[in-house]
């Protein structure tokens, strides 16, 4: 899997509560049941992590597509999995 894939487990996991073995990459955001508010706070934290837009973010995108998209944006081995900076 990609190198950014761990990262949106990690944000899935941590801002979601959503349990890891409930995660896969050929999941959709739609079937881990996140609305369209749940994306954007994902865009969000993702995009503090690696400084990358993830506007185009669909409900129907696979978390896999989105890891590609990331490591095609440069993501990859900059991406930091660690717990989100305090606001």
Do not use: C, N
Request: no cysteine; net charge negative.
């Amino acid at each position: 899997m990609s190198g950014s894939y761990p990262l949106i487990v990690a944000s899935l996991t941590e801002t979601f509560r959503i349990p890891a073995d409930l995660i896969a990459p050929d999941k959709s955001f739609q079937d881990l049941d996140l609305d369209s508010l749940a994306l954007v706070e994902l865009a969000l934290v993702v995009g503090e992590r690696t400084g990358i837009d993830l506007h185009e973010l669909t409900a129907e995108s696979t978390l896999a597509e989105t890891a590609a998209f990331l490591d095609r944006a440069g993501a990859g081995s900059a991406a930091v999995a660690g717990p989100r900076p305090a606001r």
